[in-house]
């Protein structure tokens, strides 16, 4: 009978193999990264495997319904073409109307985000992926707690993983007070309700279904109370008919993290000014993978320039190939990173991916004031700022935003603060030695099993 238990166990593992094979061939991801996968599976499976059950799932229609997002008024819809190439890719038209303003220092960024608090009379609805145990993390749970007890509707969303390091006592006042604190994908779920590589990196904060606090920011002292000194950032505020889809996706994040739902979705979003722009969220709530591919097509019909700041820099194959042929035609191409950012992992990473684009006549910018946690860009005279990093996690895995700006005033406010941060860049990747290339060609091979 040993022989016959063996024997079980070894056609038991074969199909289990088999399964895993072909659950990952059935998944939309790039070729790539479903070669990883499947190379992974078939060497090591019982090590794979699980590592693909954590990490491995891009969407996950049982958990994240799709995001619904309100159509804009006919008044509203801006007549642009960029922004008619994003909307064929499935983003919503973008709006005129709008009233922005770029954050572009840590101070500026906090009086903007104590002001959207303050003015609150009725509601709060706020998301990040991160709120540290620190001064600054505090005093912000603090200032909603007073809003709760002053009589406002408040309702805090943090992504669990990211929230691990929390202001625990702080946020218990905030929910004696009153106010909803919830956490988006728990660690513990039933299989097919969540899922441990799939967090939320969105960050806003929406203050009367009237006003906007977004970007990349999280809240901590790193981002808004010492980041003039050693971290740089961007976030932003904005008013108008923008506003209804920052609105719309915090209502379905917040509707699949608890059992009572957010209720009324209906913004009260008015003409604020003359800004034309265009939300494009992005994440396992979005089937179409818009943002990636509007990236894509972008870069490819770019006629000036690409200009992409990021802190993390591991691109899909398609990118890559987008932003080497544009070098290649000669136009002005800058991708500035930090020197040294806070993920070792992804430094090794980016290498290969900075060489071969430097060697295609791409600019490569290392950023010296510290860490860089910017994510923005500009493609000819259409810019974008958010959440998502310039890498596979952020653009094909998180929960993310993109702000579009396609008006001149906010393209040339954006272009302004690259044209700051370039003065404080060196040029070039220094020369590696050849085990570095050996250390950064594994890691690159390792990208795409996310």
């Known amino acids: 009978m040993h022989w016959l238990t063996q024997h079980a166990l070894i056609v038991a593992g074969v199909l289990v193999t088999a399964l895993a094979v072909v659950f990952v061939l059935q998944q939309r991801r790039t070729p790539q990264s479903t070669a990883a996968w499947v190379l992974f599976i078939a060497l090591v499976p019982y090590l794979a495997i699980p590592l693909f059950l954590m990490l491995g799932v891009r969407k996950q229609g049982s958990r994240f319904p799709h995001l619904k997002l309100a159509e804009p008024g006919q008044d509203t819809i801006a007549d642009q073409p960029t922004a008619e190439v994003l909307t064929s890719l499935g983003a919503l038209p973008a709006t005129t109307g709008n009233s922005f303003e770029l954050h572009d220092d840590a101070k500026a960024a906090h009086a903007a985000l104590v002001e959207t608090i303050s003015a609150a009379t009725d509601t709060l609805d706020i998301l990040f992926f991160l709120v540290a145990a620190d001064e600054t993390g505090r005093d912000f749970v603090n200032r909603l707690t007073e809003k709760a007890r002053a009589g406002v509707k408040v309702r805090l969303n943090l992504d669990r993983l990211g929230s691990m390091k929390r202001p625990r006592k702080a946020l218990d006042e905030l929910q004696a007070a009153g106010g909803e604190v919830r956490y988006f994908s728990p660690f513990i779920?039933?299989?097919?309700?969540?899922?441990?590589?799939?967090?939320?990196?969105?960050?806003?904060?929406?203050?009367?279904?009237?006003?906007?606090?977004?970007?990349g920011r999280n809240i901590g002292d790193h981002y808004l109370a010492r980041m003039d000194a050693t971290w740089t950032d961007l976030s932003f505020s904005l008013s108008?008919?923008?506003?209804?889809?920052?609105?719309?996706?915090?209502?379905?994040?917040?509707?699949?993290?608890?059992?009572?739902?957010?209720?009324?979705?209906?913004?009260?979003?008015?003409?604020?000014?003359?800004?034309?722009?265009?939300?494009?969220?992005?994440?396992?709530?979005?089937?179409?993978?818009?943002?990636?591919?509007?990236?894509?097509?972008?870069?490819?019909?770019?006629?000036?320039?690409?200009?992409?700041?990021?802190?993390?820099?591991?691109?899909?194959?398609?990118?890559?190939?987008?932003?080497?042929?544009?070098?290649?035609?000669?136009?002005?191409?800058?991708?500035?990173?930090?020197?040294?950012?806070?993920?070792?992992?992804?430094?090794?990473?980016?290498?290969?991916?900075?060489?071969?684009?430097?060697?295609?006549?791409?600019?490569?910018?290392?950023?010296?004031?510290?860490?860089?946690?910017?994510?923005?860009?500009?493609?000819?005279?259409?810019?974008?700022?958010?959440?998502?990093?310039?890498?596979?996690?952020?653009?094909?895995?998180?929960?993310?935003?993109?702000?579009?700006?396609?008006?001149?005033?906010?393209?040339?406010?954006?272009?302004?603060?690259?044209?700051?941060?370039?003065?404080?860049?060196?040029?070039?990747?220094?020369?590696?030695?050849?085990?570095?290339?050996?250390?950064?060609?594994?890691?690159?091979?390792?990208?795409?099993?996310?």
């Not at 299989?191 to 970007?215: E, Q, Y």
Request: glycine share 8%.
């Open 189 to 215: 779920h039933p299989p097919d309700n969540g899922h441990m590589n799939l967090r939320n990196h969105r960050k806003l904060v929406i203050a009367d279904r009237m006003r906007v606090w977004a970007g």
């Open 240 to 450: 108008g008919p923008a506003v209804q889809s920052f609105i719309d996706i915090f209502a379905s994040d917040w509707d699949v993290t608890g059992k009572t739902v957010a209720g009324s979705r209906q913004g009260r979003c008015k003409i604020a000014g003359e800004a034309v722009l265009q939300v494009v969220p992005s994440g396992p709530d979005e089937p179409r993978d818009t943002l990636y591919l509007a990236l894509t097509s972008m870069i490819h019909r770019a006629r000036e320039r690409v200009w992409v700041s990021t802190p993390y820099f591991v691109p899909t194959e398609p990118l890559q190939l987008a932003l080497a042929s544009a070098a290649k035609s000669g136009l002005d191409v800058r991708l500035m990173i930090p020197e040294k950012s806070n993920q070792r992992m992804t430094d090794l990473a980016r290498g290969p991916y900075l060489r071969d684009l430097q060697e295609a006549g791409a600019t490569v910018l290392r950023h010296q004031g510290g860490m860089l946690h910017a994510k923005a860009g500009l493609i000819d005279n259409t810019g974008w700022v958010g959440s998502a990093n310039f890498d596979v996690r952020s653009l094909l895995l998180n929960f993310e935003i993109a702000m579009f700006l396609h008006d001149k005033n906010s393209t040339d406010r954006l272009a302004s603060w690259f044209e700051k941060q370039f003065g404080r860049c060196d040029e070039g990747l220094p020369d590696a030695s050849w085990p570095r290339r050996v250390v950064e060609g594994v890691f690159r091979l390792g990208a795409p099993v996310l």
